[in-house]
């Protein structure tokens, strides 16, 4: 069975690199957000299994080369589970990966501190929208479009969403967490992840 999980959490915790006989490949180094995340479902799945579960990291840009290894190298191994996220599903539709989505069973989804908001004059219907983007809130923007452009812009293709984006989505980069909850309040910007 070809097995993803997904999902995202902000704790920290980290686990040994000891014999296992589950893996969770993480497509992240150590410490970063979705690699502390599978770190917690490791240690916690230990206790449910008579098996060990080990995090083993596959780092690289944006997250991709650990993927397309999962896919390539390690997926027809039934102790291997990926450890998927937003910027994975975020780069399955706009780049060149070669992992897909529909070729594997979700096992697992998890997903407990993204709210997504908007102010009440934001408007959905004609308005442009100010976004505080950064590291990682790819997918915040991409749910972001689905709330601004409408679940069904144009039969609701990828390149519907993609030019209502380009025309009404006004992203703003390197915006760290604090700035942006504090643009937000202060309506510098239209949305927001809390």
Known sequence: MKKILMGAVALSLSAS??????????????GKGTSVWAEIIARNLSKFTDEQVVVRHEPGAR??????????ELQNDDK???VAHGGNGVSFLLDDVDYNYFEYDLIGSNNNDIVLGKHEGADEKSGVWRIAGG???EPDGAAMAMMLCGPQADGG????YLACWRERAVWISGVSGGEKRLGFMNREFDVARA
Request: proline share 9%; aromatic share 12%; no cysteine.
């Open 17 to 30: 690199a000891a014999m296992a006989d589950y893996t969770l490949v993480v497509p992240q180094e150590p």
């Open 63 to 72: 997250d991709i080369p650990g993927f397309n290894k999962f896919h390539n």
């Open 80 to 82: 291997m589970i990926m």
């Open 135 to 137: 590291s990682g809130f």
């Open 157 to 160: 293709s990828v390149d519907a």
